[in-house]
């Protein structure tokens, strides 16, 4: 399926969010204001996945997307790299059974070929496993970059023009069916926890019109109460894509989606 871009066409708004991407930040303080060693922060952290994987499905949201790592990521002590790495690991081999049964699919983007073979391995398996499942898509953006994303998607437009021996017509519609989530509507809702309030090169791209919402409390003490909370938030808004709000309330806008 392709999905329309934000820019090209407005959208049409639906009542609860399709899409909600996290930026899953606060781990290691959640730890630290507890004389807890960091790692164990992103221990919990690892629940808290768990327990927003499933209100997410509670409340039919289609698309779940999660920030577990990022390239700059890398530059962190040696000890938290390998341990976020095996927690990766055990978490692939252990849950993907449950996704399966509870009609989960998962997918994994971002630049896997700096991880290990096992987790590349791992990786495939889980997503071939769960691939036919047709309930909530659950996307972990891993070594995943907002500028790694738009750059591999112009290496692979670029090399389709050599290939065809043409210029390819390159717009804001069709450029993003190369970008790693091609399969996914742009965000409406985008959650950073843990209280900063930056996009830390998460989905730089598909968050030209997505609606952010930003709390101080840190991912392991995140559950769907407080997504209730983001969600209320994201409700409230007026989705303007560029329009007065005069124009929400006429009959016009379906006009603006027949032009599309
Ligand atoms: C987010 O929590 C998890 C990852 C980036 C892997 P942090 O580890 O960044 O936690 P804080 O921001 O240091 O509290
Ligand atoms: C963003 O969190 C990345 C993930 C949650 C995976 P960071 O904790 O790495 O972000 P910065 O460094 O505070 O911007
Ligand atoms: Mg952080």
Redesign the pocket.
């Known amino acids: 399926m392709i999905h329309t871009s934000s820019t090209m066409c407005t959208p049409t708004v639906t009542e609860v969010p399709r899409h909600i991407a996290i930026i899953?930040?606060?781990?290691?303080?959640?730890a630290e204001s507890r004389r807890l060693p960091?790692v164990s922060?992103?221990v919990k952290?690892l629940e808290t996945v768990k327990i927003i994987t499933k209100s997410c499905t509670m409340r039919n949201i289609k698309f779940l997307t999660l920030f577990?790592?990022?390239p700059e990521?890398w530059r962190r002590p040696i000890d938290e790299v390998s341990f976020?790495m095996r927690l990766f690991i055990s978490a692939l081999e252990r849950e993907i059974a449950h996704l399966y049964t509870n009609n989960i699919r998962l997918r994994v983007v971002g630049d896997l070929s700096m991880f290990e073979p096992r987790i590349q391995d791992l990786v495939q398996n889980a997503e071939a496993k769960t691939a036919s499942n047709t309930g909530l898509i659950l996307t972990i953006a891993a070594n995943y970059g907002g500028r790694w994303d738009i750059l591999q998607a112009t290496r692979k437009i670029a090399q389709q023009c050599v290939d065809d021996n043409s210029i390819q017509s390159v717009n804001e519609s069709n450029f993003s069916q190369y970008l790693a989530m091609a399969y996914a509507p742009e965000p409406d809702l985008f959650i950073r926890t843990?209280g900063e309030q930056r996009v830390s090169n998460f989905l730089l791209w598909q968050l030209a019109y997505t609606e952010f919402y930003f709390t101080g409390v840190?991912?392991p003490e995140f559950n769907d109460m407080e997504l209730g909370k983001a969600i209320a938030s994201y409700c409230g808004r007026e989705r303007r894509f560029g329009r007065t709000g005069e124009q929400l309330t006429r009959k016009s806008q379906n006009i603006d989606a027949l032009l599309c």
């Open positions: 899953m930040d606060g781990n290691g303080r959640w960091r922060g992103h952290g577990a790592f990022s990521n976020l843990g840190f991912w």
